[in-house]
C-alpha cells in the first residue's frame, strides 16, 4: 500500500490519491502472504516490460504487459471492484469531480 503521507487514502481505503487522481487499492481482504505473492509477480512483470522496451521486443512487451494486467486484476486494483456495497468504480478519476471532492480539499487546506 501507498505512503499515506505522500499518497492520501480515502477514508473507505478504496483508492489513494496520486497528482490529485484517484487510483484503486489492492483487495484488503487478501491474505498477506497472498498478497505478498501477487505483489512479487507484479514487480517481477514491471521488470519485464521495461526489459522487452529496451530490447524492442514486442511480443516479450505483450505477454510482459499481461502479466502485469493479470497481476492488477488478481490483487483488486483492476477488474471487477472488492466492495460489494454496490458503489461505483472511480478508478482513475480526478478526485475533483467525485464524491471525496470535499475530503481531498479538507486534506489540502
Do not use: C, H, I
Not at 505478498?36 to 524492442?56: G, I, N, P, T
Not at 483488486?76 to 480539499?105: C, I, K, Q
Amino acid at each position: 500500500m501507498p505512503s499515506p503521507d505522500k499518497y492520501p487514502t480515502t477514508p473507505d481505503g478504496r483508492y489513494f490519491v496520486v497528482s490529485d487522481r484517484l487510483w484503486r487499492t489492492s483487495n484488503p481482504d487478501l491474505a498477506p502472504d497472498a498478497r505478498q505473492q501477487l505483489v512479487d509477480q507484479l514487480m517481477k512483470a514491471r521488470r519485464e516490460v521495461s526489459a522487452a522496451l529496451k530490447a524492442r521486443d514486442g511480443n516479450a512487451e505483450r505477454t510482459a504487459r499481461q502479466a502485469v494486467d493479470a497481476a492488477k486484476r488478481a490483487l483488486g486494483e483492476r477488474g471487477p471492484v472488492w466492495w460489494t456495497d454496490g458503489a461505483p468504480d472511480l478508478n482513475r478519476r480526478m478526485v475533483a469531480n467525485t464524491p471525496y471532492a470535499a475530503w481531498f480539499a479538507a486534506l489540502q487546506a
